[in-house]
């Protein structure tokens, strides 16, 4: 079956722009998980979605980052003035409950200049 | 703090050999264990994840827990140059919602 996708796979932006970063998850996954990778680190936990709802969102650096899943299954990331920090891979993972194994989609490379 | 520990290597062993990736991680409510592969500029793939002490196999890889240790282990037998990569530990901890914490992940290198 499908796995994980997500759009873009690579965006590039300006300081101070707006972003959206869009994941699908695996068909009947009901737990959703947004992280983002820096370079020569493990991925950092930013959001979990269980349905439609922020089960955790303790991951969230600050208020310039906002992510929702209306529906229950796509999601999307939102970033605000975004800053030269926020340049990493921004991972999806979904999973079939929480608590259980996640699978990872292939990523969005944010850079940010 | 929460936390997980991997030897960042680079972990070098010869084709068919037996490589051994190490964890530890820091809180003894943790309860679910992961182990991802990670190839440069993709992302992390699971290959593996234990629940319960003990080991637990899938083909040429078997995961090890020890929770008394707060350790966990990877280990790959008759390795393949094609195993070569970055392999991340993933810990949820007891208590959260889901979400896994990361070690930085070991690289291992296998030599033809």
């Known amino acids: 079956g499908a796995g994980v996708s997500q759009t873009p796979s690579n965006k590039v932006t300006e300081k101070g722009k707006y972003v959206e970063l869009r994941c699908d998850p695996i068909s009947g996954h009901t737990a959703l998980y947004w992280y983002r990778q820096s370079l020569g680190q493990g991925p950092e936990f930013l959001i979990y979605?269980?349905?439609?709802?922020?089960?955790?969102d303790s991951g969230l650096p600050n208020d310039r980052f906002f992510a929702v899943r209306p529906e229950g299954s796509v999601s999307t990331l939102k970033i605000q003035r975004t800053e030269r920090g926020d340049s990493a891979v921004y991972l999806c993972?979904?999973?079939?409950?929480?608590?259980?194994?996640?699978?990872f989609g292939p990523g969005t490379r944010l850079t940010v200049t | 703090q929460k936390e997980v520990e991997q030897n960042s290597g680079p972990l070098s062993v010869p084709e068919g050999a037996i490589a051994s990736l190490n964890c530890t991680y820091s809180?003894?409510?943790?309860?679910?264990f992961f182990w991802y592969r990670q190839y440069s500029g993709k992302s992390p793939e699971l290959i593996m994840f234990?629940?319960?002490?003990g080991d637990k196999e899938d083909g040429r890889f078997t995961a090890q827990l020890n929770k008394a240790s707060q350790y966990v282990s990877l280990l790959i037998r008759d390795s393949q140059p094609s195993d070569s990569a970055t392999y991340l530990c993933a810990v949820r901890y007891g208590g959260s919602q889901g979400n896994l914490i990361f070690g930085k992940g070991t690289k291992l290198s296998v030599k033809p």
């Open positions: 234990i629940y319960s002490n």
């Open positions: 979605f269980q349905g439609t709802g922020a089960a955790d």
């Open positions: 993972a979904s999973s079939p409950g929480g608590g259980r194994e996640q699978y």
């Open positions: 809180d003894r409510g943790s309860q679910s």
